[in-house]
């Protein structure tokens, strides 16, 4: 018997209940290449039964960076040589913004954070004449596999104090909190750093210790805990980064 | 969407032919491509991009990633459309294949984040491993497949793998003969057979 018509491997695959004849059977039972065939039918209408729906991608956003790239005939540079190869404009330093006394400390930060956008990426640190708010690295915090949110770690010192300031957004979870952790690239040790308020906005001090180079604990992450009164971890992580060093 | 090119900047050398790509068939694209035809670049990804993004995003967990991905997948293939052989296989599946290496570089230069990963959060899963990254490739795939087959074909195959319905359902739903709708479902299947070998080679 000639091999089995594609057509008839496919009912069998898809189960479209028209039985295959005693010859049909037979032939398939000893032909190792209509019973590959079949296989490859049947993992398909298998795997097409999990469908994995195409995201929304940005395809205005990729388009223009792939012309600018190809345009500028160089080897690809990453997005922050990029941003480094324009003149860097000069960002006010928060001792140049208007002055009001008494200031508090919450327009201090939001100061800082308008130049923050200006100096991410360009290796420059701003320095405030008299506050010495000077942000030293920044990341963004991105949701790991199973959560959404995005956000923005950033290492600061406030007098030379050093701070971590967290901006995320991300929804809260019903019945749990959120902690900050600072861990090591080690993967072994980690420090809590705090609660995380519901609207994903706070600022830590941090160990004096950890000033500089932070000593390798340069991923920030933020955790969801329940209320157990387990000071570990909860291994539930909602968004993570890495401070560059 | 539409987008604009700077044809003279991308290749001078390129013949600037008044051609709508969006029409070509696939076979004409990776000709016009290796030939280094601009507006081919640009069909390329207008067809594949969304591919690509989902793949990198679905794999590496984050948007960045996914938009990094897809750009340096399209100047590679574009810088090195010399080595690409028309005649030996699909563009999209030329496109996944560089998608993999680059997926491939960034999970290794991760690789002690994620382990750092595994050991905070006890997941073994958070690295996907080679099989099940070519499963989740085979899906992307499929499911993109499935989305683009004409009707009514198209809607057989929704509803018989999304929806779960039965064949006597789906015909009476469209009001086709039962013989017809199973007919849809073999070709179809097929089809997807011959296009996944296509793109995954």
């Not at chain 1, 980690?190 to 519901?198: K, Q, W």
């Not at chain 2, 991905?69 to 810088?79: G, K, L, M, N, P």
């Not at chain 2, 006890?122 to 497949?145: G, N």
Request: hydrophobic share 40%; glycine share 6%; aromatic share 4%.
């Amino acid at each position: 018997m000639t091999h089995l018509d594609p057509d008839r491997l496919a009912d069998r695959a898809l189960g479209t209940d028209d039985l295959l004849t005693a010859a049909e059977q037979k032939h398939l039972d000893s032909c190792d290449e209509c019973r590959d065939e079949l296989a490859q039918l049947s993992r398909i209408a298998e795997l097409s039964r999990h469908p994995e729906p195409l995201a929304q991608v940005p395809a205005d956003a990729i388009w223009r960076s792939i012309q600018g790239q190809l345009a500028s005939q160089a080897p690809a540079p990453a997005r922050t040589e990029v941003a480094a190869a324009k003149p860097p404009p000069s960002p006010p330093t928060v001792s140049e913004l208007p002055r009001r006394t008494p200031r508090p400390r919450s327009w201090l930060l939001a100061a800082a954070a308008a130049v923050v956008g200006l100096i991410i990426g360009v290796g420059v640190t701003t320095v405030a004449d008299r506050d010495q708010v000077e942000i030293a690295s920044s990341t963004a915090l991105e949701a790991l596999p199973g959560q959404t949110g995005q956000g923005t770690a950033e290492l600061i010192r406030d007098q030379g104090r050093p701070e971590l300031r967290v901006q995320i957004d991300a929804p809260p979870t019903p019945d749990r909190y959120r902690e900050v952790w600072l861990i090591n690239t080690d993967g072994q040790r980690m420090y809590p750093i705090g609660v995380l308020p519901d609207d994903g906005r706070a600022t830590y001090p941090l160990p004096p210790a950890l000033a500089g180079q932070l000593q390798g604990f340069t991923i920030v992450d933020v955790s969801i805990e329940p209320y157990d009164g387990n000071p570990a971890h909860s291994r539930e992580s909602q968004v993570r980064g890495t401070l560059p060093t | 969407m539409t987008f604009v090119i700077d044809d003279a900047r991308l290749d001078p050398e390129a013949v600037a032919e008044n051609v709508d790509w969006r029409t070509a068939t696939e076979a004409e694209l990776r000709v016009g491509f290796a030939q280094g035809d601009e507006g081919c670049l640009q069909e390329a990804f207008r067809r594949s991009a969304p591919l690509i993004y989902t793949i990198a995003y679905r794999v590496l967990g984050s948007s960045t990633d996914g938009e990094e991905i897809t750009q340096e997948v399209f100047v590679s293939a574009w810088r090195a459309r010399g080595n690409y052989r028309a005649e030996k296989g699909s563009l999209s599946g030329w496109l996944i294949g560089i998608a993999r290496h680059r997926i491939a570089d960034r999970q290794r230069a991760r690789g002690r984040d994620l382990r750092l990963v595994q050991a905070v959060t006890k997941q073994t899963d958070v690295q996907v491993q080679p099989e099940a990254l070519s499963t989740l490739i085979d899906r992307i795939v499929l499911t993109d497949e499935i989305s683009q087959l004409p009707h009514p074909r198209g809607t057989i195959l929704q509803l018989a793998f999304w929806e779960g319905h039965s064949y006597p359902q789906i015909a009476e739903q469209l009001d086709l003969p039962l013989g017809t709708v199973k007919s849809h479902a073999r070709r179809a299947l097929l089809h997807l057979r011959t296009r996944l070998a296509e793109v995954t080679s």
